[in-house]
């Protein structure tokens, strides 16, 4: 059996770590407005909200931002919806690596959906929130890292919402219990990395349903908006730059919401951990922006005045598109540097070795300088702690064995002193 040291820092653990950088995603969050027909939205009908030139704009804008994820609200639940965009929008001009992931709607005939691109993210796994109106809907991935053959690899969790619409009590309460009921699944999850995006059609920071995920009382779930600007937002022109509603000044065309630009419904937010990066997934705040705006366009439209902020060609898309504008934000990708000798030595012991791949035991060789009382920790690669137990050791050269009866994967073994000094090396069974 071959011998491998393994010596790495894990982010679960450290605050003074370091990171190779790993690459980025590009998430793209947009209201398509009625991506389908169907008979209960009369006024969106293939004349005034024609699909044929829907995909024609949003095939420009698509090859224009080239998101690594899209989250979208407002497309229809048949799959037939999702593969129409799957395959002539995204899937176009020889590329093929745009996929899907279908998820659990609620009775309404619109929903929520995620499209990702197949070279830079895996699917893991998914979870929904039932709502009165329309379901959150959750999409776990890993980051296709070089060193996932090792067991490496970056989780992030992309939720999607589109809460209710419309200015009366009613409706703010009912997007009051569909973010409560976010929050309350996610402090059952536990803390991670994830990224909530959607329409909150919220207007203010207080209004409850956004306040929600924005002031949760737990701050280990709390969503921070990346470019905090957070206040009362409709019909405020200080909020000029961020407002997302709507394109069209006028309220002539059936399908389309009028009234210009005044107010902020469309979001990007991150979790504790995606702000400062903790584990691995870290937003680039400065890279967050509304697609199209420019900040001149208070109770205006996305095409007058004269924008100058995209291409022609993007700022008409985005007039034919839809009556919401994307956000589009970019997310670094870090993976652990190895520790060095240096970062051991500093613990005060050495793990010397870990026998890899493990069987039904784990070997390790500890050689401490001091008599030391240390505790071994075994975490999944997600976080999660399996077992504990101590061990006491005089200063010296030590081989050990331990049972280990888990399943095939990667894990984490921290090894802590009194001092509260820690090791981490990475399992492979």
């Not at 697609?291 to 008409?316: H, K, W, Y």
């Not at 888990?406 to 894990?411: F, I, L, M, T």
Request: with cysteine.
């Amino acid at each position: 059996m071959k011998k491998i040291v393994l010596y790495s820092l894990f982010v679960l653990f450290f605050n003074n770590y370091s990171h190779v950088f790993a690459g980025t995603i590009r998430l793209m969050q947009y209201n398509l407005l009625y991506y389908t027909y169907h008979a209960d939205y009369t006024d969106c009908d293939a004349t005034t909200n024609n699909l044929d030139l829907k995909d024609y704009y949003l095939k420009q804008l698509i090859q224009y931002v080239k998101p690594d994820v899209f989250c979208v609200n407002e497309i229809g639940k048949e799959e037939e919806w999702a593969n129409r965009l799957l395959n002539n929008v995204l899937n176009q001009n020889g590329i093929s690596y745009y996929a899907t992931i279908r998820p659990v709607n609620s009775w309404s005939t619109i929903g929520n959906r995620i499209f990702y691109d197949t070279r830079k993210l895996t699917y893991y796994n998914a979870f929904y929130v039932p709502t009165s109106v329309i379901n959150i809907n959750a999409f776990k991935f890993y980051f296709n890292s070089p060193d996932l053959v090792q067991g490496d690899t970056i989780f992030i969790t992309f939720i999607v919402c589109h809460l209710k619409s419309g200015s009366y009590d009613g409706n703010e309460t009912t997007r009051y219990q569909q973010t409560l009921s976010l929050m309350n699944r996610l402090e059952g999850l536990g803390k991670d990395n994830y990224v909530c995006s959607g329409d909150f059609n919220s207007y203010a920071a207080v209004d409850s349903g956004i306040a929600n995920v924005l002031y949760w009382p737990n701050p280990n779930f709390r969503f921070y908006d990346p470019i905090n600007q957070l206040g009362y937002w409709h019909e405020n022109e200080t909020y000029s730059l961020y407002h997302t509603q709507s394109t069209r000044s006028g309220y002539e065309e059936a399908c389309f919401s009028g009234g210009g630009f005044d107010d902020r419904f469309d979001f990007i937010l991150v979790s504790p951990y995606v702000y400062t990066g903790e584990k691995g997934v870290k937003s680039i705040n400065e890279s967050y922006r509304t697609l199209g705006q420019d900040g001149r366009r208070f109770n205006e439209s996305v095409i007058s005045p004269a924008n100058n902020s995209e291409p022609a060609n993007i700022i008409t898309a985005l007039y034919k598109i839809s009556d919401h504008l994307p956000i589009v934000m970019d997310f670094e990708i870090k993976t652990d540097v190895p520790s060095s000798i240096n970062d051991q030595l500093r613990a005060g012991f050495f793990i010397d070795n870990v026998v890899n791949p493990i069987r039904d035991k784990i070997e390790i060789i500890v050689n401490a300088s001091v008599d030391e009382n240390l505790t071994f920790q075994i975490f999944t690669i997600e976080g999660k702690l399996l077992t504990q137990f101590t061990k006491t050791f005089p200063a010296g050269i030590h081989r050990f064995e331990n049972a280990f009866n888990y399943s095939a994967g990667a894990y984490i073994l921290r090894v802590v002193n009194a001092k509260n000094q820690s090791v981490v090396v990475k399992l492979i069974k």
